[in-house]
Structures are given as C-alpha cells and as structure tokens.
C-alpha cells in the first residue's frame, strides 16, 4: 500500500481536483483505493457522488479515536474508490489535536489499521491550504507528498517560503519524530504561453537544487476547461476527456502519465470501460 498526501501552502492550486481525478484515475486502472478528505471546506467529499446519502462517520472519529473503524469510510459511485469524508465544518478537530501529544502521528497510526492497509492498494490524502494540526499530521501520515505549483511567479515564490518551510518544520527528528516523505511537486495548471513554458523551466531550475527530498514530475498538468467540466459532471477527468485535437495532450493521457509516473507499476495499464455501482438514494 502506498499513501500520497497532496499538500501545498497556497490555496486553489487543484489539490482537490487532482486528488479526485488521480484517485478515481488509480481506482479505474484496478487499485484499490481510499481518499481522505482532511480539508475543512469538504470539497473532495463532495467531488463524486457517494453510495449512501448520509455517511456515517468520517475524519472526526479516526482522529478521535486514534483508529480506522468501518463506519468512518463510506464507498463511491465509483468502483474500488472509497472515502472517508470530511465532517468538521466548524474546525473543533483542530482545536481537539492540538491538546494531543500524538496529534503529528495520530493519522499515520489509524492508517495502520488492518482495515486500511489490507483493504487497500493506495491512499491519497487531501488538505487544506492553511497550516495547522490536521494538515501536519496528513503529511506525516504520506509516504509521498504531490504538491501542486501553479507556474506563475508569486506562486513559486509561494512555494518556496510556505511548502519548503513547512516541510523543515515538520523534518525527522523535528515537532514527532515522524518520518518525512519525498516531496514531488507537479507544475499545475500551466497554459500556452511561452512565459508559462519560461517559468516553469525556471522552477525546475531553481527548487530542485533547493531541498535534497524534493524533485519535480516530468509529467505536465495544462491548463484546460476539461478539468472544471468534469468537476462539475461529478465524473473523472479521463473519462469525460479521452482525446483531443491540437497540441495539448487529452486530460485522459496526462492523468495516466502522471499515475505511471508516481507507481512505475503502473506503467503500460490503461482504464478500461468503467462499470457502473448501484447509487443510493
Ligand atoms: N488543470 C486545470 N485546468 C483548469 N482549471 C483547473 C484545473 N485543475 C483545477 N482547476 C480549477 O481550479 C480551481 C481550484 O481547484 P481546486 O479546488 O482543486 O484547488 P485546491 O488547491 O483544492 O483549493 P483549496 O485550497 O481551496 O482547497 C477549481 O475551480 C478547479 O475546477
Ligand atoms: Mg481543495
């Protein structure tokens, strides 16, 4: 099993949207997978339909109780794609851990859970932009972080005075003791412009030399409408755009070159036709 964190300082850079799209993407291509939605605005937990109006459970008691219980995850329309949802709109969880001794390692210890780790082949983790306990101890709990950057300039500056700093905050032997994934970061959302293609060569350039965890995906994110389209039809992004004319390269293609470049297993397996699950009322 492997658990990826999509984290990054600054808000609305597709964190969401590519924590939906990549999970439904992984569940498509045959894992198992399990998205947890540790943003207080419950975005991810609505981004596809569920298969029971009215979850049960969600984030609030894994952390409460320091552990994964059934009832805290609830299934997609999607196959293999399950969730736990966000259910704290007021923002009591991040008062509660703070008080916890354990609050750094208290995720990573649930996703332990045989229920986790036996029941699934992947977990992907959502967060918030703003910093707190609930998002340090999401990045603790990843063996990978993905963190999008927008290629405009302040966003990478961005980048590097808000995620690195986080990231040495949260070093071994710093706030839990907890170890510290490799960070990918993954230009997102970059448009045709030439300054786009600059900055974003600029950002390869500069950041690799700047954190010896952290290095930057080949693979692309563009700028492209499909992604808010499928967002709003509640379906993935490579199902709702398989292929497209031009230059720029099908949301179909690039979620799968992203998803063969984070599990190289992958590599080569293509989504097949997607199976329909019984949706409840
Ligand atoms: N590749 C893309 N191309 C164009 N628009 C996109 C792309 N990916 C996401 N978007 C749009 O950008 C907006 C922000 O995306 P999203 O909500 O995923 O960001 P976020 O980082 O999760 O935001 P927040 O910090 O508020 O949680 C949304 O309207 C989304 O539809
Ligand atoms: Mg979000």
Redesign the pocket.
Known sequence: MIKFTIA?T???????????NLGALLADLGLRVLLIDA?I?P?LSKYFALTSARPSAGLTDVLLNGEMTASSITATVIPNLDIVVSDDPEGHLSNWLLNRIDRGIRLWRALQSPLVTQAYDCVLI?T??AIGPVQDAAILAADVLIS?ITPEVLSAREFRDGTLELLERLEPGGAFGATLGPVKAVI??QDRTADARLIAEGIRQDFVRLHSRFSILDTV????????EA?TLRIPVHRHERRRGGVMPSACVVMHQLAWELIPDLKGVYAGKPQRREHAS
Request: proline share 7%; glycine share 14%; no cysteine.
């Open positions: 990054s600054k808000g609305g850079v597709g964190k969401t949207t590519l924590t939906a943003d605005q975005s959502d918030q932009g999008p997102y959302r994110v563009p700028h492209a409408k499909a992604y808010k967002a």
